[in-house]
């Protein structure tokens, strides 16, 4: 079992739909961190969250760290927004700085 | 600056030769990390170094992948006598501290043949 599980695999949807995308680990951690990727490679950072909720625009990160779930809500979606989504996290107990990657959720928004 | 670059973009070897990345993170960053994504998958990690020191090597760093940062600024990854399982794309990534927001390169895109 990998120790970050993304839901779904892959998700389609109408522009305007609200989405969620999930993340659940395993690990005990210090931070989670949500990417995004379009086709060719490019990733950008678009939260990194401990604990709470973050806003950035039309994007809402949440996190339940008794629960070792996240989540990832993208409201009145845009073609834009088709890209594929990463959860990664940084775990809490080993000594390194490395992220665990889920192996991420590929969009797409149609108009 | 504009962010973390890596060159070449793109990379077509054939079995058996080596080949080198290069990465050149933000400047002032002192965390520099290396990460392989194959088709599908979310990126694995491959090491990292603070300044010129290298922390941390996964067990995913075979005998023929070897990694440096010699002057504490810019990286490079090298693999020698590829195989066709090295085929994916390599990222690389900076950050100012530890525990910090990671950015990340474009990516180079190995194919071996």
């Known amino acids: 079992k990998n120790e970050v599980e993304q839901s779904p695999q892959n998700l389609t949807a109408q522009e305007g739909e609200f989405i969620t995308i999930n993340c659940s680990y395993s690990?005990?951690?210090?931070?989670l961190h949500w990417l995004q990727q379009h086709p060719g490679g490019g990733i950008v950072s678009l939260f990194m969250?401990?604990?709470g909720k973050k806003k950035h625009g039309r994007l809402i990160a949440t996190i339940n760290i008794q629960e070792k779930h996240s989540s990832l809500h993208i409201t009145a979606s845009h073609p834009r927004d088709s890209a594929v989504y990463i959860c990664?996290?940084?775990?809490?107990?080993?000594?390194?700085?490395?992220?665990?990657f889920g192996t991420g959720t590929r969009l797409q928004v149609f108009p | 600056d504009t962010g973390v670059s890596q060159n070449p973009r793109h990379k077509i070897t054939k079995r058996g030769q080596n080949v080198t990345f290069r990465c050149d993170p933000i400047?002032?960053?002192?965390?520099l990390y290396w990460y392989r994504q194959t088709l599908g998958q979310g990126p694995e990690f491959l090491t990292y170094?603070?300044?010129?020191?290298?922390?941390?090597k996964s067990r995913l760093l075979s005998d023929r992948f070897s990694a440096e940062r010699p002057k504490g600024s810019f990286s490079t990854l090298e693999i020698q006598r590829t195989e066709q399982g090295d085929s994916a794309m390599y990222l690389c990534?900076?950050?100012?501290?530890?525990?910090?927001?990671?950015?990340f390169g474009p990516g180079t895109r190995l194919t071996v043949l």
């Open positions: 990534a900076s950050s100012l501290v530890e525990y910090n927001e990671q950015f």
């Open positions: 690990v005990g951690i210090s931070a």
């Open positions: 969250l401990s604990s």
């Open positions: 990664a996290v940084r775990s809490k107990f080993e000594n390194t700085d490395k992220l665990i």
């Open positions: 400047s002032e960053h002192n965390r």
């Open positions: 170094f603070q300044n010129e020191a290298q922390l941390e």
